[in-house]
């Protein structure tokens, strides 16, 4: 399956089959499909009788083994977080306490094991005489030791083996890795085009959830399906009249939320009250257009600035906080030391 917005990039990745690199690394905003797009690219290429518009059949066996998710030529490396159940860690007995397990995090990352195993699929002759996929997303999930390992394998990569990365944020990888995999940019769709598909799916307040995650229609469509705006609200209530006290109070109720999301949040209130400042557009939160055109009159420029510099160097770490309570604190004091 790929999206009404992607047909051009299909039709422009057709033109490469007859010579396709060893690596191809797509990328573009989160929420805008590209995993699916990779996904169906890797079954066309293991598919035996290819559509002329370059998809695949559906039909051959080896369509079936894809689709049944154990196709012999074609691997999928992603973090556990990603996996519907984590496998067991290295060394467990797969037939552990599952109550044991549950109190296991997920990982995040994609590690180097999850590479290195790699080396006996790559090894070994394909099943149909034909191409041997490795899809890997997110890219930027990969840690140092596991990025290391790829990139041994990127410089010396086995004959008929493809590998098909996909990233929201090329400045998260290597930069050695970026050279040597063919950067392949998958689009953002525009507002009408994103915002006609999510109505079609039936999403009531589509141009509302659209715009609040930044125009990507598939986190908009994720946002919209879970019903629950509380965490969003009760942030976007306290980015609206900023206050120590009322900093606290909203992190206690905030630390359990996803702190990237917290921070996207924020850095997209950020842009709207610089937005309203200089232009009086506002792009993500335009039922907040009174409290933003407020903030926007009031505030300094530095110090705007300021607050949007500290919300970048928050993301980069919201993944592995010390404390969510202390982090949210701190990320609300920092804005109300700004924003007042």
């Known amino acids: 399956m790929i999206y009404p917005w992607q047909q051009g990039a299909w039709e422009q990745l057709q033109q490469m089959r ?42 051959c066996a080896s369509c079936g083994w894809f689709l049944q998710g154990n196709h012999p030529d074609y691997r999928r ?42 080396a006996d ?3 070994i002759s394909t099943h149909r005489q034909g191409l041997r996929v490795v899809v890997l997303y997110p890219a930027e999930a990969l840690n140092m030791p596991s990025s290391n390992a790829l990139l041994k394998t990127l410089e010396e990569p086995p004959p008929g083996t493809v590998f098909l990365l996909a990233s929201n944020s090329l400045d998260r990888l290597l930069p050695t890795i ?28 589509a141009d509302g959830w659209l ?4 125009g990507a229609p ?14 969003l609200d009760g942030l976007l209530q306290f980015l609206a009249r ?12 905030l630390s359990k939320a996803p702190l990237a999301s917290l921070v996207a949040w924020e850095q997209r209130w950020l842009y709207d009250v610089l937005s309203c400042k200089l232009s009086g557009r506002v792009r993500y939160y335009p039922r907040y257009q009174k409290e933003l055109a407020a903030l926007a009159a009031n505030v300094h420029t530095a110090k705007l600035l300021k607050a949007m510099k500290g919300a970048n160097e928050r993301r980069a770490v919201a993944e592995h906080p010390l404390s969510p309570k202390l982090f949210v604190e701190d990320m609300l004091l920092e804005y109300t030391a ?3």
């Not at 060893?22 to 699916?36: P, R």
């Not at 690219?41 to 002329?52: D, G, I, T, W, Y």
């Open 77 to 118: 490396v992603r973090p556990e977080a990603l996996e519907d159940e984590a496998p067991p860690a290295e060394g467990e007995d797969a037939g552990e306490d599952k109550k044991a397990k549950s109190t296991k995090t997920a990982s995040k990352e994609i590690k180097i094991e999850q590479i290195r195993a790699l």
């Open 242 to 253: 900023p206050g120590a006290d009322a900093a606290l109070r909203a992190a206690d109720k």
């Open 18 to 59: 007859g010579r396709l690199p060893h690596a191809l690394l797509f990328h573009g905003a989160a929420g805008t499909g590209k995993t699916d797009f990779i996904e169906e690219f890797a079954q066309s290429l293991l598919c035996e009788n290819v559509k002329a518009d370059g998809h695949a059949c559906g039909e």
């Open 211 to 214: 715009r609040e995650q930044g």
């Open 121 to 123: 699929f790559m090894n």
């Open 218 to 231: 598939l986190l908009a469509l994720a946002q919209a399906e879970s019903g629950n705006r509380e965490e």
């Open 338 to 340: 700004c924003c007042t």
């Open 178 to 205: 970026l050279s040597r995999c063919r950067k392949f940019a998958l689009p953002m769709p525009g507002h009408d085009e994103a915002l006609a598909w999510l109505q079609a799916q039936g999403v009531q307040d």
